[in-house]
């Protein structure tokens, strides 16, 4: 058994060759039954990371300052009864 990344560097070496699979593994020494069945779990192995690498996670935190601050409401002031501009509302 290989692991996937050396089976990566053969099946580049197998790209890069311009040769059938027939010749290529007869070249390298390899089964056809083997080098199909790397190939589909390097396949496998690409489309997990493809679809794993679109998920990009939001973890919210209580340390973080910008989400502990409140806005504070601005307050209207009122004008006093006694004020000129008052009188003539009222």
């Known amino acids: 058994m290989w692991?996937?990344?050396?089976?990566k560097l053969v099946y580049d070496?197998?790209?890069s060759s311009?040769?059938?699979v027939t010749d290529f593994c007869a070249n390298e020494c390899i089964?056809?039954?083997k080098f199909y069945y790397w190939k589909k779990k390097l396949h496998e192995h690409n489309q997990l990371r493809e679809k794993s690498s679109d998920f990009v996670p939001i973890v919210f935190?209580?340390?973080?300052?910008?989400?502990q601050t409140k806005r504070k409401a601005q307050q209207k002031l009122l004008p006093e009864h006694g004020d000129s501009a008052?009188?003539?509302?009222?």
Request: charged content about 15%; glycine content about 0%; overall charge negative.
């Open 3 to 7: 692991p996937i990344q050396q089976f």
């Open 18 to 20: 311009d040769l059938s």
């Open 13 to 15: 070496r197998f790209q």
């Open 86 to 90: 008052s009188s003539d509302i009222y």
């Open 61 to 67: 935190s209580d340390s973080t300052p910008q989400m």
């Open 31 to 33: 089964l056809h039954s």
